[in-house]
C-alpha cells in the first residue's frame, strides 16, 4: 500500500524517541531514506541506527536544535549533502518546555515555546522548499510537508499549556496560507494532530495518573506512538493521499471531535 515510499527522502525533526522515532521507524520499513533529528546526539545512538538500518530503508542522524532558525537552515542543508534532496518534511519536534500559568509567563519563556513549536516548523519548511519544489518537478509528483499538531490546538491546552496550545492553533492554521501559495509548485501540506500518546512529553505523570486520564477517553487509554506513524506514511504517499491537502487528521481515540 506504501510502496511508493520505497526511496523517497524523509526528514523528520525531533525523532530520537516517542512519535518522532515510531514515523522514523515506519519510514525505515518501508525501504525510504530518513534523516532522524534530535537536539542532543542520544547515548544508544550507535544501538538505534544500527536497528534501524537493518530495516529495508537507510537512516541517518542529523544533530540541530530546530528551535534556532540557523540550526534549522543547517539541518536542512546537512539532509540534502546527505540524500541529494528533500521529499518528504516531518516537522514533528515540538513539546510543552514547561508548564506555566499565564501569571509567570515572561518574554524568555514565551520564546522558548513559541521557538520549539512554531518558528522551528515554518523555519524548516521555509530552507527545505526549494529542495520539495525540486523534488515535485523532477518526480512529477508531488512533495509532502507533514506538521504535528495537537488536541491542545482545539482545546487550549491543559494546566500551564496554554502557550503550547496556541502554537498547536498556530501550525492548523499556518497551513492554510501554504496550501494556498504552495500548491502550485507541487507541495501537498497537511497536519497530523495526535491526542495524548504515552512519551516522554508526559513524564511527570506516575502510571496510575496515565490509566485514570486515559480511561476518560472514548478509547479508555493513552495513544501508543505506533499507531500514530501510519498517519505519517499515508500524508507522504502520492498513492494513498495525492489528492489531500490541508487537512488536519485528528489520531486521539476519540478524545476530542473538532
Ligand atoms: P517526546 O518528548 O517524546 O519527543 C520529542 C522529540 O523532539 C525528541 O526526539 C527530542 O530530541 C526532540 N526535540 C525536542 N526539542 C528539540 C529541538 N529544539 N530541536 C530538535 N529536536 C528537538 O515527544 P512526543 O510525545 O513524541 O512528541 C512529538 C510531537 O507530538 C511534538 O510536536 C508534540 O508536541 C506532539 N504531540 C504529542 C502529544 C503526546 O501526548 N505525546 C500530544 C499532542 C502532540
Known amino acids: ?137 523532477r518526480s512529477g509528483t508531488s512533495a509532502s510537508v507533514i506538521l504535528v499538531g495537537s488536541v491542545a490546538g482545539y482545546t487550549g491546552g491543559g494546566p500551564g499549556a496554554g502557550l503550547y496550545g496556541a502554537a498547536k492553533a498556530w501550525l492548523h492554521n499556518i497551513q492554510k496560507n501554504w496550501v494556498a501559495f504552495h500548491t502550485k509548485d507541487g507541495i501537498r501540506f497537511n497536519t497530523v494532530s495526535p491526542g495524548t500518546f504515552d512519551t516522554a512529553f508526559h513524564a511527570d505523570k506516575d502510571t496510575d495518573t496515565k490509566a485514570r486520564i486515559g480511561a476518560g477517553f472514548p478509547m479508555g487509554r493513552f495513544g501508543r506512538p505506533e499507531e500514530c506513524a501510519p498517519t505519517f506514511l499515508f500524508f507522504a504517499s502520492n498513492a494513498c493521499s495525492g489528492y489531500i491537502t490541508g487537512q488536519v487528521l485528528d489520531v486521539n481515540g476519540g478524545q476530542y471531535m473538532p
Do not use: C, W, Y
Open 1 to 137: 500500500m506504501f510502496g511508493d515510499l520505497k526511496g523517497r527522502r524523509v526528514l523528520v525533526t525531533g525523532s530520537t524517541q516517542g512519535i518522532g522515532l515510531a514515523a522514523v521507524e515506519a519510514f525505515a520499513r518501508h525501504g525510504a531514506l530518513v534523516g532522524m533529528n534530535g537536539r542532543k546526539t542520544p547515548a544508544d545512538l550507535d544501538s538505534t541506527l544500527a536497528r534501524l538500518n537493518e530495516l529495508d530503508g537507510e537512516v541517518a542522524f542529523f544533530s540541530a536544535d530546530v528551535s534556532s532558525s540557523a540550526e534549522a537552515a543547517r539541518l536542512v542543508e546537512a539532509f540534502v549533502a546527505r540524500f541529494g534532496g528533500i521529499d518528504v518534511l516531518i516537522n514533528n519536534a515540538g513539546g510543552l518546555v514547561a508548564r506555566k500559568p499565564l501569571e509567570e509567563i515572561d518574554d524568555e519563556f514565551f520564546d522558548a515555546v513559541t521557538d520549539l513549536n512554531a518558528r522551528s516548523a515554518l523555519m524548516v519548511t521555509k530552507h527545505a522548499l526549494p529542495h520539495l519544489k525540486d523534488s515535485a518537478k
